[in-house]
């Protein structure tokens, strides 16, 4: 799926890359996504609801370890809004070296439902493969909430995997399964 016309692509693969004006937006989308019911979650972001002022910290943190080789933000533009991003990342290990995480995947809540999502997945393929040397790109998304369906045929490929019961406590006794997905490239 190509992303709509009114859409463009922009890659952050270093801080500097992200203007103070992006990084606003991020912020935005990951609060907006977050109080939605969104599963984008960072160990020292607290439960929904979620403020700006928790939020930039984090996103701020995640800008500040981007590095060409190692991890890039790719980010959806609609005009001159965010409509949507993610992260894709490398590990240094060299057992692992070749499988990339694809990880904070958002779509601006106001702008579900046009491609975004599915738009981001196909590209990050691309970019894991072209320009990361990637050969298996994989994710993890919280059972319950239609991501195992859009994953599994998004991106122009099938992703596969498996599930791990009860693997993530979004609260006391509401355990969710963590789906687990990889693609070959």
């Given at each position: 799926m190509a992303i709509p016309e009114a859409h463009r692509f922009l890659q952050a693969t270093r801080p500097d890359a992200l203007t103070l004006g992006l990084r606003r937006q991020l912020t935005d989308c990951w609060m907006a996504v977050a109080n939605t019911g969104g599963a984008v979650f960072e160990s020292d972001l607290p439960m929904p609801p979620v403020s700006a002022r928790e939020v930039a910290p984090v996103a701020d943190r995640l800008i500040a370890?981007?590095?060409p080789e190692r991890s890039r933000i790719l980010i959806a533009m609609y005009g001159d809004t965010l409509a949507g991003w993610l992260v894709l990342r490398r590990d240094p290990h060299p057992l692992i070296a070749h499988v990339g995480v694809v990880n904070h995947v958002q779509t601006h809540p106001g702008f579900r439902?046009?491609?975004i999502g599915a738009a981001l997945m196909e590209r990050v393929r691309v970019i894991a493969r072209e320009e990361m040397g990637l050969e298996r790109p994989q994710l993890s998304a919280r059972a319950g909430l239609g991501l195992e369906e859009f994953y599994g045929g998004s991106g122009g490929g099938r992703w596969a995997g498996g599930r791990v019961r009860?693997?993530?406590r979004v609260a006391p006794?509401?355990?969710?399964?963590?789906?687990?997905m990889s693609i070959s490239l």
């Open positions: 370890g981007l590095e439902g046009r491609g009860c693997a993530l006794g509401a355990d969710r399964d963590d789906i687990l």
